[in-house]
């Protein structure tokens, strides 16, 4: 159970060092961890996750994005991981992943949170903004692993396969999730989608484009392991 916590207004200040007291000046010396474990209680930690999951828009006027983005991933970090833990920093991570001036400051490891595929709710709006800023980052990153999370989180439970962020999906299953290496994770994301489309027991037209392109590219890597297997030839001593 998230717990209660105050002090949201606290961390929006804290992009604005002078607006706050002295006592709580961070030093820039001082790496976010230890700021956190030496200063912060456990309330205003999940307090930073509240401020960047629901009014991360103040992060535009910080003094410091870079600093604020390490001190989030800190207290994420500090905290004893739980769904709720996971599913606020991805679905902050996902929202200001498509706002053009907070998307360079992400950290890398934040993606990486992704790679826990926590359940994001219908109260998550990420899963309404995850779009092109979020596929271009994991594509850059060309790990099967962390694509396949991604598009495992996204295709939610809760939300039709509508949005518009979804037209660039089949073409990086067909680019990124090809070959033989991939097999489990394209096998890990059809029954992903079997199963969304199970609760929402409609045809949906993204479903079916998004279905297709990983039965295509199964099909070629199940072609290229054919003809390896064929082409072998065991070593005969003379």
Not at 2 to 13: A, F, I, L, Q
Not at 106 to 130: H, N, S, T
Not at 146 to 152: H, N, P, V
Not at 209 to 230: C, F, I, P, Q, W
Request: hydrophobic fraction near 40%.
């Amino acid at each position: 159970m998230w717990p209660n916590r105050k002090g949201t207004t606290w961390v929006s200040r804290l992009a604005h060092p002078s607006l706050l007291p002295d006592s709580h000046q961070p030093s820039c010396f001082l790496p976010a961890a230890n700021f956190l474990e030496s200063v912060l209680p456990v309330s205003l930690k999940y307090a930073i996750l509240d401020a960047f999951r629901h009014d991360y828009c103040f992060l535009q006027y910080a003094r410091n994005i870079d600093a604020m983005m390490k001190l989030w991933m800190a207290a994420a970090s500090a905290l004893p991981y739980s769904d709720d833990v996971g599913q606020s920093v991805v679905d902050a991570l996902l929202q200001m992943a498509e706002n053009d001036q907070l998307l360079p400051h992400i950290p890398v490891c934040a993606w990486d949170w992704l790679k826990k595929r926590p359940l994001l709710g219908p109260e998550c709006r990420g899963l309404d903004l995850a779009g092109h800023g979020a596929i271009q980052t994991v594509r850059k990153r060309r790990d099967v692993e962390l694509i396949t999370s991604y598009l495992f989180v996204v295709w939610s439970e809760w939300r039709e396969l509508r949005h518009w962020g979804y037209r660039a999906m089949p073409d990086l299953i067909r680019e990124e999730l090809s070959g033989i290496g991939a097999v489990g994770h394209r096998a890990d994301l059809i029954q992903r989608l079997d199963y969304v489309q199970s609760k929402w027991r409609i045809y949906d037209e993204w479903y079916e484009e998004l279905r297709t392109a990983l039965l295509e590219v199964d099909k070629e890597a199940t072609k290229t392991l054919t003809g390896m297997s064929h082409s072998y030839r065991p070593f005969s001593a003379p």
